[in-house]
């Protein structure tokens, strides 16, 4: 008679899958809170302590952690010396084992850490030649069919074994995020002996398959953080519209992550992973109008963020405008009701970036591994930024330069940003070389240059981006200094009569 070992903290679909056991004549053993499910569901099964002899101990935190049932799991029948040490305790092996751990994820603390259930995964999982080893419900009805029909072999067998030990590391990566305080990179060293730690551990749970990568000809999906640290894109709820592309997300994420650097109501328009559009107004429907205006040719095809609720009056702005992505932190039921009109307009509900959250990080895939840094979160402070021409900037430049040097921080260098007030009115960037964005910029800028500001996401190693910015009108600039042309491009401003600022920190974006 074949014999499973059961110990599931999910019950779903456990009564139906044990019935379906117990009818091609297994022997089923199973600890505490599923023998009572199963007994309560009239499913006929032993109780684990059966086979150790020992009943659970310390408030049910062991219970399988026992010899003789992991002897059960790990033995190899069809090695003699393995079935004489069986038979020496009396023991007899198991043909399957059935464990879903402890909802750590869900309700994160030690004492919903598993022990004793990724024991047995792990134990069965390398057995699994012997031994089938199932963690996910969804695998129930498949393998019960297989075994009906005398169809399990090494394939299931392995790949089975394969989700297991996934399951178990991702598991793990979820507790060494907790005890980090949220943050995979946090060592707990103190002070100045902080770094990244030694091991790396990151563990992501399918969130849902995607029609395609970047291009129809690639492979895709979105995977969740194991353990969430805060609302996020993935917490959104999609109102209508079409399946969410791998494209769709990225630009999301890049318009989601930049409209919440401003306090006030702004909006953010992003196309191919860069801002195009950006601006603060008066209220949703004026930020939108004004970071539309600022490229009205780019912004067809993109996606669109706000920082306030998107109200019908915003909506009835957008008009025959093709946008593939609208995303704010709610949606007024008139929104709702205008947007119907356009089906296939993706609408994203995402619950607002909490205050104090952990500390992101950035992970990019490398030949070999993968390259890891913190988040750029810097805090800017105007106030504490240099001066370095005759002129100061005015009260209303030094505005405008708080204002792009927000957006510049999101734009792939060499990013240059062309501002007047709290508007975009030109964006360049993603080139080697730092002239050309800049002319792109003032090109797309035109004569709303004049009497505008420039932010610059790197120093100047020229004179030739300001001696542009002049020739356009530009009246400021900010740029993070440092270049050993400093000298050059300062007095560069102060014979066009223009202001300029160091930051003192760069911001590039690759």
Same mark, same amino acid.
């Given at each position: ?17 044990? =019935?379906? !056991?117990? +009818? @091609?004549?297994?022997? /089923?053993?199973?600890?505490?809170? &599923? ?5 309560? #569901? *009239? ?5 684990? =302590?059966? !086979?150790? +002899? @020992?009943?659970?101990? /310390?408030?049910?935190?062991?219970? &399988? ?5 992991? #002897? *059960? ?438």
């Amino acid at each position: 008679m074949p014999r499973a070992l059961i110990s599931v903290s999910d019950k779903a679909g456990l009564v139906a899958f044990a =019935e379906g !056991l117990a +009818g @091609l004549g297994w022997d /089923l053993f199973a600890s505490g809170g &599923t023998a009572a499910t199963l007994r309560a #569901a *009239a499913v006929p099964c032993r109780m684990v =302590e059966d !086979l150790g +002899g @020992l009943p659970e101990l /310390l408030g049910g935190r062991v219970k &399988t952690l026992q010899v003789q049932i992991h #002897a *059960a799991i790990l033995a190899r029948p069809d090695q003699p010396e393995d079935r004489a040490d069986l038979a020496r305790v009396g023991v007899e092996p198991f043909d399957l084992v059935v464990v879903n751990l402890y909802p750590f994820r869900e309700r994160p603390g030690i004492e919903t850490i598993d022990i004793g259930g990724v024991a047995l995964l792990r134990a069965a999982a390398k057995n699994h030649a012997h031994v089938l080893v199932l963690c996910r419900p969804d695998d129930y009805e498949g393998v019960l069919t297989g075994l009906r029909q005398g169809r399990i072999g090494i394939e299931t067998r392995r790949r089975l074994a394969l989700e297991a030990f996934r399951h178990t590391a991702t598991y793990d990566a979820a507790i060494a995020a907790w005890l980090a305080g949220g943050h995979p990179l946090a060592d707990l060293a103190p002070g100045d002996e902080a770094t990244f730690p030694l091991e790396l551990p990151l563990g992501y749970v399918r969130a849902q398959g995607l029609r395609y990568g970047e291009n129809p000809h690639q492979r895709a999906a979105v995977y969740r953080d194991a353990l969430p640290n805060g609302p996020g894109l993935l917490d959104s709820q999609q109102l209508q519209g079409k399946e969410l592309s791998y494209n769709n997300l990225m630009d999301a994420e890049a318009a989601w992550d930049l409209v919440w650097r401003f306090d006030d109501s702004a909006c953010v328009a992003v196309k191919h992973a860069g801002p195009c559009g950006v601006a603060v107004g008066s209220t949703a429907a004026d930020a939108f109008s004004r970071a539309r205006a600022g490229d009205p040719v780019s912004i067809y095809g993109g996606i669109v963020a706000w920082n306030r609720p998107l109200d019908g009056e915003t909506v009835e702005l957008l008009g025959d405008l093709f946008l593939e992505v609208l995303i704010a932190p709610s949606v007024t039921e008139q929104a709702r009701k205008a947007l119907h009109r356009k089906k296939n307009l993706r609408v994203l509900q995402c619950p607002a970036p909490l205050a104090g959250r952990p500390l992101d990080y950035r992970v990019r895939r490398v030949s070999g591994g993968i390259l890891v840094q913190d988040e750029d979160r810097v805090t800017a402070d105007p106030a504490a930024w240099q001066v370095v021409t005759d002129r100061a900037p005015t009260g209303e430049e030094r505005r405008a330069m708080a204002f792009v040097w927000q957006v510049v921080r999101a734009v792939p260098s060499n990013a240059i940003v062309v501002g007047q007030g709290q508007q975009t009115v030109g964006i360049g960037g993603g080139a080697p070389n730092r002239i050309d964005p800049a002319r792109s910029a003032l090109r797309q800028a035109g004569e709303r240059s004049r009497g505008a500001v420039l932010a610059s996401d790197g120093f100047f190693p020229f004179d030739d981006v300001v001696q542009a910015a002049a020739e356009a009108g530009i009246t400021a600039v900010v740029q993070p200094g440092g270049s050993r042309s400093d000298e050059a491009s300062i007095a560069a401003c102060n014979r066009a009569g223009m202001a300029m600022v160091f930051t003192g920190v760069r911001h590039f974006r690759h």
